[in-house]
Nanobody, 126 residues
Framework: QVQLVESGGGLVQAGGSLRLSCAAS????????MGWFRQAPGKEREFVAG????????WYADPVKGRFTISRDNAKNTVALQMNSVKPEDTAVYYC???????????????????WGQGTQVTVSS
């Protein structure tokens, strides 16, 4: 059974930092593009950050550029999202996602991902 499990969410004050982790099991995603998405109450799920299979290529949504960093460890089958200088508008459920059909690159589109985690709540207080 293939699973993506996120961890590291919680309550943090504005300006603080949080590190999310995503652990994959059931298969290796070392050849897959991976991404982080988030969904706030009443809003659609949106792209946050993506990383290519090797980690050499990354991309960020404009609201998080310069504050968030995505990374991966293929040996451990994990992906991380380092969140710095967080803002109240970063409050959302954060999801890890993996591509299989799309190969090695990340995507900003939810429907191009084949596996999703259950999500982890991040709440930023002002």
């Amino acid at each position: 059974q293939v699973q993506l499990v996120e961890s590291g969410g919680g309550l943090v004050q504005a300006g603080g930092s949080l590190r999310l982790s995503c652990a994959a099991s059931g298969r290796s995603f070392s050849g897959s593009g991976m991404g982080w998405f988030r969904q706030a109450p009443g809003k659609e799920r949106e792209f946050v950050a993506g990383i290519s299979w090797s980690g050499a290529s990354t991309w960020y949504a404009d609201p998080v550029k310069g504050r968030f960093t995505i990374s991966r460890d293929n040996a451990k089958n994990t992906v991380a999202l380092q969140m710095n200088s967080v803002k109240p508008e970063d409050t959302a459920v954060y999801y890890c996602a993996a591509r299989v059909r799309g190969g090695t690159k990340y995507s900003t589109l939810t429907y191009e991902y084949d596996y999703w985690g259950q999500g982890t709540q991040v709440t930023v207080s002002s």
